[in-house]
């Protein structure tokens, strides 16, 4: 099973506060995690990614948070602000046995809005 | 240089019409991605090139046809689309993990085009 389900589908927090979007995978084969930051019109930028191996990566504002016994990730951005109002997508990915090209398996996508 | 760069930005063809769209990476990654991407979406896999050879086609229609004249190029011919092929289009490249003992994380997206099939 390749799905990755991501909630909530949209996300209202006000600026300042904790914005948390979770992630669970089937696929225990899945050996990377990366979190991506898209604004309308731009393609996804990679924000924060951990291994497996890791129950937590913290970097700056952003972290991650992975649970794999209960094939969950979740990303809090902390003092939330206006700029970082954008859609956000959690994503999965498996390294082939050729061990070349990486496919990443996305989640749905959370719309973020930060109020001001 | 860390970037996936995509022309054009925009383009508005036909039904009837040839068209390519074109990426380039700097960054010595020996792996290239096309992904479509419609509003509200989550990108799609298309095609991936591995050391300039395709190793994916998730079931993409011919009307799309890939090619990878080296290992920094990437194009995407068009012919014959159908409205429904309106989206942004993107590229992607990673560094390619062959030989390597952990995943990298060199992931990395351009822009994209956005096509608009009339």
């Known amino acids: 099973q390749q799905q990755v389900k991501q909630s909530p589908q949209s996300l209202i927090v006000q600026k300042g506060g904790i914005s948390i979007i979770n992630c669970a995978y089937e696929n225990t084969a899945f050996d990377y995690f990366p979190w991506y930051q898209q604004f309308p019109g731009k393609g996804p930028a990679l924000l924060i990614a951990i291994r497996p191996d890791v129950s937590e990566k913290k970097e700056g504002r952003f972290t991650i948070s992975f649970n794999k016994s209960a094939k969950q990730f979740s990303l809090h951005i902390m003092d939330s602000q206006p700029g970082d109002s954008a859609t956000y997508f959690c994503?999965?990915?498996?390294?082939?046995?050729?061990?070349?090209?990486?496919?990443?398996?996305f989640g749905s996508g959370t719309q973020l809005t930060v109020l001001p | 240089d860390t970037e996936v760069t995509q022309t054009p930005k925009h383009l508005v063809m036909g039904m009837t019409n040839k068209k390519s769209l074109k990426c380039e990476q700097h960054m010595g990654h020996r792996a290239m991605y096309w992904y479509k991407q419609k509003a509200k979406k989550p990108p799609e896999l298309m095609f991936v090139?591995?050391?300039?050879?395709?190793?994916i086609n998730e079931s993409v229609p011919s009307r799309f046809s890939p090619e990878c004249p080296n290992s920094s190029l990437l194009n995407l011919h068009l012919h014959a689309l159908q409205p429904e092929d309106s989206a942004l289009y993107l590229c992607?490249?990673?560094?390619?993990?062959?030989?390597?003992?952990?995943?990298?994380?060199?992931?990395?997206f351009g822009s994209g085009t956005r096509l608009t099939v009339v």
């Open positions: 994503a999965a990915s498996v390294t082939r046995s050729s061990g070349s090209a990486r496919q990443l398996t």
């Open positions: 090139y591995s050391y300039e050879k395709l190793s």
């Open positions: 992607a490249s990673s560094p390619g993990d062959r030989g390597l003992p952990v995943p990298s994380e060199g992931y990395t």
